[in-house]
């Protein structure tokens, strides 16, 4: 048996957490294997809004094991707040949700160093959610990060102290920021016994064990390709591996254990916080699709950058993925436009490309194609074929050029608005 892959394939809030509810009935575990309390999984069922930060988006399916594996960092505080969600929401999770021993956890002084080293970015700042996401991957790979598994050690509050001073020592040649230590660390430690309540499991030889007996596994990524540590628009990402790579470190599966990769993209394009963006529209266009889209970030409110659909910049992440199969999601913001524009080459310094290129430049262009827009609502569509037939053909165009099926179209944010498409 393999193990599934859901991911994004643009900037991030490609739509992701949707998908994999719906997808979850077919599956036995859902496993998040990278990222942390920065991504925002939007899900939207029975007339209500729910939105995770880090536990798995299978949660609410609930005969589902949920796994958050070592790949991916932990805060206590907001794993409280969000179980506490799931509390209100009537939601049983404790004989159904798990964390690797081997994730590592957020403090507060990760925090605080988050916000210290963008405020000493000034203009050059990445648009960090300031969520401590660097700086704990950073303790990771500096061997000087706590784990899931201290926790229950008795030294542990003198392993936390050791690495608060070690960040207290960075600071002193950082600018001062807004930020009450004392009352975030207060914070911190009782949510430790929410933490604690949630079993821990060897993830990686739980996954295999369960790939082995035939279990079905859905691995769920969080942000986007365009995001990852080493194939993203570097410096302007996050601090982990989002592509399909990342998988295997982040769950501790081999890559002959794989199966299908399924890439989610909006139906145009959008970015949150700096960094290049080749499809950025700055007109009135760009804060129609804003506005239409409710293109503001789930984890951090901010207001989300918009674009034209890119094929170049989708055709790498495919192509980084091993796609198998794509779903195009927020179809249904394009309702209201007469023309729609695709993006088929760049531009840079007069020459045409199909290729990111290592660094984008402030003076890229895209080349784009135009389509005719249907100009009417889809929310009466129950199947892809209902679809006015300039949204199917606007679809179809999308799957010749991208050379991936389309074999999921989202019309609106609920789990019930997804229409199911046949390969062509």
Request: glycine share 10%; with cysteine; aromatic share 8%.
């Given at each position: ?160 102290e050791r690495l608060k001073q070690k960040h207290l020592s960075i600071l002193s040649s950082l600018p001062q920021v807004d930020f009450d230590l004392e009352e975030e660390e207060t914070k911190w ?119 034209w659909i890119d094929l170049p910049q989708l055709k790498y992440t495919i192509m980084l993925n091993g796609v198998t199969q794509l779903v195009l999601t927020k179809i249904d913001v394009l309702n ?89």
């Amino acid at each position: 048996m393999n193990i599934d892959v859901i991911l994004g394939l643009q900037w991030g809030d490609e739509g992701k957490g949707k998908i994999v509810d719906y997808l979850a009935d077919k599956y036995d575990i859902v496993a998040r294997f990278q990222g942390g309390p920065n991504a925002g999984h939007t899900l939207v069922f029975d007339g209500k809004k729910y939105v995770l930060h880090t536990i798995p988006s299978g949660v609410f399916r609930p005969h589902l094991i949920n796994l958050i594996g070592n790949g991916v960092v932990i805060d206590p505080i907001t794993f409280e707040k969000e179980l506490k969600g799931l509390d209100a929401a009537d939601v049983k999770y404790l004989d159904r949700l798990y964390i690797s021993q081997k994730a590592h956890l957020i403090l507060p002084t990760h925090r605080l160093l988050d916000a210290a080293n963008e405020k000493a970015k000034g203009k050059s700042k990445i648009g960090s959610t300031l969520r401590g996401i660097g700086p704990t991957y950073m303790d990771r790979t500096g061997r000087n990060g706590l784990r899931v598994g201290d926790i229950n050690k008795i030294d542990f509050k003198e392993r936390y102290e050791r690495l608060k001073q070690k960040h207290l020592s960075i600071l002193s040649s950082l600018p001062q920021v807004d930020f009450d230590l004392e009352e975030e660390e207060t914070k911190w430690f009782a949510s430790m016994e929410s933490l604690r309540k949630i079993p821990q499991v060897n993830s990686e030889y739980y996954v295999n064990r369960c790939l082995k007996y035939g279990k079905r596994i859905l691995a769920e990524g969080a942000q986007g390709s365009m995001l990852d540590v080493d194939f993203g628009t570097y410096p302007f990402v996050t601090s982990s591996n989002t592509v399909t790579a990342g998988v295997c470190v982040g769950l501790g599966v081999s890559p002959d254990k794989i199966g299908e990769v399924i890439g989610i993209t909006k139906a145009y394009c959008t970015r949150v916080g700096s960094g290049p963006f080749p499809s950025e529209l700055f007109d009135e266009t760009g804060e129609r699709l804003r506005k239409e889209g409710h293109e503001f970030g789930a984890t951090t409110g901010r207001p989300r950058r918009c674009g034209w659909i890119d094929l170049p910049q989708l055709k790498y992440t495919i192509m980084l993925n091993g796609v198998t199969q794509l779903v195009l999601t927020k179809i249904d913001v394009l309702n209201i436009f007469k023309e729609l524009k695709v993006g088929v080459k760049y531009i840079i310094d007069g020459k045409e490309t199909e290729e990111v290129p290592y660094e984008i430049p402030e003076n890229i262009k895209l080349v784009y194609e135009e389509h005719k827009g249907w100009v009417q609502s889809l929310a009466e569509a129950v199947s892809f074929e209902d679809l006015p037939l300039e949204a199917k053909n606007y679809v179809a165009a999308l799957e010749e050029q991208l050379g991936v099926p389309i074999t999921m179209v989202s019309t609106g944010p609920d789990r019930k608005e997804l229409l199911l498409r046949k390969a062509h």
